[in-house]
Nanobody, 122 residues
Framework: QVQLVESGGGLVQSGGSLRLSCEVS????????VGWFRQAPGRAREGVSFLSGDGTTRYSASAKGRFTISRNDAKTTVYLQMNGLKPEDTALYYC????????????????WGQGTQVTVSS
């Protein structure tokens, strides 16, 4: 059974930092891309950052330079370090996994976590 469990969200002031974690079980991360997505109220779910099985990373334009995706050596947890947070980063953040290469389309992702809320105050 595949499970993805996010944690690390919270309330932070503008300019602050948070580190999100996604604990993954039931799949081998060498074969999967894990992506972080976010969804704000009334908006479509958007891809933020991706980590492929071979370690390749990708970032959306809004995340580049501020966010860093990584994983632990055991390849069981994927992190999203978020620095320089802005009020527009406020959203429910999800991690998701799919077989193969990174893709910004959330419909490509088979496995999803339940989400963790990030709120950035101005």
């Amino acid at each position: 059974q595949v499970q993805l469990v996010e944690s690390g969200g919270g309330l932070v002031q503008s300019g602050g930092s948070l580190r999100l974690s996604c604990e993954v079980s039931g799949i081998i991360l060498d074969d999967y891309t894990v992506g972080w997505f976010r969804q704000a109220p009334g908006r479509a779910r958007e891809g933020v950052s991706f980590l492929s099985g071979d370690g390749t990373t990708r970032y959306s334009a809004s995340a580049k330079g501020r966010f860093t995706i990584s994983r632990n050596d055991a390849k069981t947890t994927v992190y999203l370090q978020m620095n320089g947070l802005k009020p527009e980063d406020t959203a429910l953040y999800y991690c998701a996994a799919q077989w193969g290469a990174p893709d910004y389309d959330p419909r490509r992702y088979e496995f999803w976590g339940q989400g963790t809320q990030v709120t950035v105050s101005s």
